[in-house]
């Protein structure tokens, strides 16, 4: 990432409000405050500004993020909200609540924000500036909490620059936020909505809203047993992964990186990790869509985002039962 850069303090002012913006519209990372915690923000319909999230968080591994939009309906033209999702989304948002439903095909999501998967994770914040802010960028909003990996979440805008000044293009600084812990997740791809992440939301306010208990934990997606410990939001490919080759086996389709020779595809000719993260999840969704041939990738450094491609990479080579 650009280290070194500064950050600027933005004041929650219209002049302030443009300019994060304006920012995030040109694929820079804009930390911002939402009721719960602030957020470490970048356009979710670019790729190398997602990979730049991950980057200025120094984050190993890539979890799927939230999209942050304006309104409900700005959430519908990203996700499929229906049934217990909308009756949650019409109680509750805006506020402190995430909706994980299924991705429409065409949301124009990068592949980073949802590590690949089939289903996105929506929050309309209740903090009239967030709105404000997302409904001046026109896109949809990637953002964790704007604290570096390990640390705990920012709930003012001097604990965001504390962890990141310099990593970051800007925060708007809002005040302290009212929540202080992040949203509450709920699942509900599937029709039944089941507690993802317990957060600023309490569950008896969803059971009641519901007017029935949540669901149990999310069914194994297909035949693709799920090991214990492993999170089942994380795609793995159908096809076996061999991982380090720089000589691929006959019948191996080569997933490069780097200026190598008969690449099926090529996370990143000029061997550039951020580029190679922000293809990660599209170039292994096109190899499983094109066939179950072995999949052998090229040795990626372990540095900087490398160590999360790489555990990414590890998980979707992991044997299966
Ligand atoms: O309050 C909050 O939610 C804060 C503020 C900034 O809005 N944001 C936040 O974002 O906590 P993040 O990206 O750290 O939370 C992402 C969580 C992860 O635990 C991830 O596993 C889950 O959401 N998640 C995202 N997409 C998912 C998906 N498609 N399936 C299952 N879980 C998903
Ligand atoms: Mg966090």
């Known amino acids: ?47 190398a500004a997602v990979a730049g999230i991950y980057a200025a968080k120094g984050r190993p591994s890539f979890n799927p993020l ?47 924000v949802t590590a690949g998967l089939d289903t996105v994770a929506l929050r309309v914040p209740d903090l009239a500036l967030a709105r404000a802010l997302l409904e001046q960028v026109g896109a949809p909003v990637a953002a964790p909490s704007a604290n570096p990996s390990g640390r705990v979440s920012p ?3 001097a604990h965001v620059l504390d962890g990141l000044s310099g990593r970051i293009a800007a925060v708007l600084d809002g005040g302290p936020t009212q929540v202080g812990v992040e949203s509450t997740i709920i699942g509900a791809s599937d029709g039944q909505a089941r507690l993802l992440r317990p957060g600023g939301l309490p569950e008896e306010a969803i059971v009641a809203a519901l007017g029935r208990p949540l669901a149990g934990p999310l069914p194994v997606p297909g035949d693709r047993p799920v090991a214990p410990g492993q999170l089942s939001s994380h795609y793995a490919p159908a096809a076996p992964v061999r991982l380090g080759v720089t000589m691929p086996a006959p019948g191996e389709r080569l997933l490069g990186f780097g200026p190598v020779a008969g690449a099926a595809l090529n996370l990143s000719e000029a061997g550039d990790l951020a580029q190679a993260a922000a293809n990660l999840f599209d170039h292994m969704r096109r190899l499983d869509a094109e066939g179950t041939a072995p999949i052998a990738v090229s040795p990626i450094p372990n540095h900087g985002l490398g160590r999360a491609i790489n555990d990414r990479l590890r998980r979707a080579a992991a044997p299966r039962d």
């Open 66 to 112: 939230i999209l942050h939009v304006p309104s409900l309906d700005a959430a519908q033209e990203i996700g499929v909200i229906e049934g217990a999702a909308l009756d949650l989304a019409q109680a509750f948002w805006p506020g402190p609540l995430t909706l994980v439903v299924r991705l429409r095909a065409s949301a124009g999501v990068a592949s980073l």
């Open 1 to 47: 990432p650009p280290a070194g850069q500064e950050t600027l303090h933005l004041a929650d002012d219209d002049v302030g409000l443009a300019r994060a913006a304006e920012l995030l519209r040109a694929g820079r990372l804009v930390a911002f405050p939402t009721e719960t915690v602030y957020g470490l923000g970048g356009n979710g319909r670019d790729g």
């Open 155 to 157: 709930t003012r805008a």
